[in-house]
């Protein structure tokens, strides 16, 4: 297994209790529930070689090359950022080099949006090969296989769609220690493709609470910020943010105009997870009809006078808050629980396996 980040770190994160089991992408339950020995190499051994890599735009290259070198100690490659450290391992498997099972799960449009026709067709050549491609997002697999006229045999062979879902274990413990501290207040979390300067606009045509978590890079640039907006930028411990989210009415995520794919998908699966009524810039690309599930509201983008009115006409309803973060908490457990994604997962794995053996014997 190999990815983006350090799933080591995330692991371990995970055994002292300080963050939840799907922040390692079914890792977890495939060892625990499936009996898989998956096996997470180094983050990074030799920086060089990455450095090398990006010049070639070939992000991940030492972390590629060691999964290369040690092929016999395993039987398949799974990806949980798809592309974004395969593009090695999948030009190998085109130029017929290298046969090992590769999976992938897709949160973006894989390889972006190539316009030149070169790059469309080298892109296409690439996908095909891909032995297991998990969709996180209809959306996403619609537009693929439109785009790169993938006929229907391949897709029904090759594609697979799957919900990622929630460590609800993990949650359980805030949701039963919650204690609300103010009569109202909003929160939001975050840093990929986030538009914080829109809930600071917002704001200023309200008066209740705003709590937001973000990084030095999605800091919003306003120079005015109203008294009651707290603004915590850096590093916190995850359970903190879990315990204000629980404690708060109302989870916030604004997506900016240069959001991509699947931009705020953690942040509402947390909402869910913790049962809190969510209000979110509309995504099309994630599997949620906030209005047919009533867990909330979606606000065009862009729009301040939107998210002033998503704001007040809920809190001015405290039933109808109430109905949407127990119908959130209902939507993560039938839905999107990590359980159900191993499952999925764990199938997808076993079919790509028996393909593979079938095709060589």
């Not at 080591?8 to 890792?27: D, I, N, T, V, Y």
């Not at 010049?55 to 398949?76: G, T, V």
């Not at 390889?111 to 032995?131: E, M, S, V």
């Not at 359980?339 to 997962?345: I, R, S, V, W």
């Amino acid at each position: 297994m190999i990815n983006t980040f350090d799933l080591s770190k995330a692991e371990q994160l995970h055994k002292q209790g300080q963050a939840p089991a799907h922040h390692l992408f079914g890792a977890i339950e495939l060892k625990r529930d499936y009996n898989y020995n998956v096996l997470i190499p180094a983050h990074e051994k030799y920086s060089l070689l990455n450095r090398i890599g990006d010049l070639f735009d070939i992000q991940f290259l030492d972390q590629q090359l060691r999964a290369i070198s040690i092929f016999r100690e395993y039987d398949l490659i799974y990806a949980p950022f798809a592309a974004a450290n395969t593009k090695l391992l999948i030009l190998g498997k085109l130029l017929g080099i290298i046969n090992k099972p590769l999976v992938i799960l897709v949160h973006h449009p894989l390889f972006g949006t190539p316009h030149n026709r070169l790059k469309r067709w080298i892109a296409r050549k690439l996908i095909l090969k891909y032995d297991k491609v998990i969709f996180l997002s209809e959306q996403i697999r619609s537009e693929i296989i439109n785009s790169y006229q993938i006929d229907v045999a391949h897709s029904a062979d090759h594609f697979f769609s799957s919900n990622l879902g929630t460590d609800l274990n993990f949650y359980n413990k805030f949701i039963s220690s919650s204690e609300r501290t103010s009569p109202h207040s909003l929160i939001s979390s975050g840093n990929s493709g986030r538009d914080f300067d829109i809930l600071i606009a917002a704001s200023k045509k309200l008066k209740v609470p705003i709590k937001i978590y973000c990084k030095p890079g999605s800091y919003p640039t306003s120079s005015s910020i109203p008294d009651h907006v707290e603004i915590l930028s850096g590093e916190f411990p995850y359970d903190h943010i879990c315990r204000d989210l629980v404690n708060a009415s109302i989870v916030l995520i604004p997506l900016s105009a240069e959001s991509e794919g699947m931009v705020g998908l953690t942040s509402l699966l947390e909402a869910l997870a913790l049962g809190k009524p969510v209000i979110m810039t509309k995504n099309n690309y994630i599997n949620v009809d906030f209005e047919k599930e009533n867990i909330g509201l979606t606000v065009n983008e862009g729009d301040i006078d939107g998210w002033v009115q998503a704001i007040s006409s809920l809190l001015e309803d405290q039933l109808r808050l109430k109905e949407m973060g127990e119908n959130s908490l209902r939507l993560a457990r039938e839905k999107f629980n990590s359980n159900l994604f191993a499952q999925d997962l764990a199938g997808a794995i076993e079919d790509t396996y028996r393909h593979a053996t079938t095709k060589g014997q």
